[in-house]
């Protein structure tokens, strides 16, 4: 409390002077609402967890079949055909691999279609995150409890969409995106079967056993220097 804040204390009655104190050193009731009230922030590191780049992840992000179907009846988006993104991605990358055989070796272009395939399904999570996201926000502007700007889910003066209509039609654009590049992802995954006669996974480096062991080596002679 500083010297001031102290010198009016002593002329207040005992009550007055707690509460006066307690707000000086932002305490009391006042100070709680206004604790209560201020947003949280989101430190660095906590943000949405990291999704494993899988193909299973991609499916369960990105809008099912029937789901896309309503998407375009409903918003007027252009209809993907998922056959034929498939099969066609699939050829594509068949056919490459079939020029790139005779001048790489079998472990070579296995690298090279793992990294391509890696690339397919990657785009495609992603894709499907970032329509995830913007789904959620299209409900929760839709929603009359969840929307704290009421104002901002009103018609505008000219009959111009308002927000919520805006982030709904902006989610559908991103779903279509999404599911057409799960059918992609899904050729290359099936194209690099078809190549090398293994699945896809994708790719995670290995750490050798010498560097482990000089790892936990390291970490003994350190703790001979720990305080006791």
Known sequence: MSNAAANI???LTDAQAEKLIAAANGRGP????AKAKAPKVRRFGEARPVVQITIEAAARL???AEKVARIVAYFGVEDPDAPAIRESTEA?????ARELAPVMNERALSIHLQRVVGSFVGSAVSSAQFYDTKAAEARNLSSAIA???RDED????????NEA?????????LGVQAFALLAAAEGAVSAYAHLTGEEWKPYARAVTPQRSVARRAAAEELSCFDRD
């Open 154 to 161: 009103r018609m505008g003066i000219d009959g111009g969409e």
């Open 30 to 33: 006042r100070a709680s609402a």
């Open 62 to 64: 990105a809008p099912p």
């Open 9 to 11: 204390a002593d002329t």
């Open 147 to 149: 929307n704290e700007h």
């Open 165 to 173: 209509a805006r982030a709904r039609a902006f989610a559908a654009q």
């Open 92 to 96: 594509a990358i068949v056919a490459s």
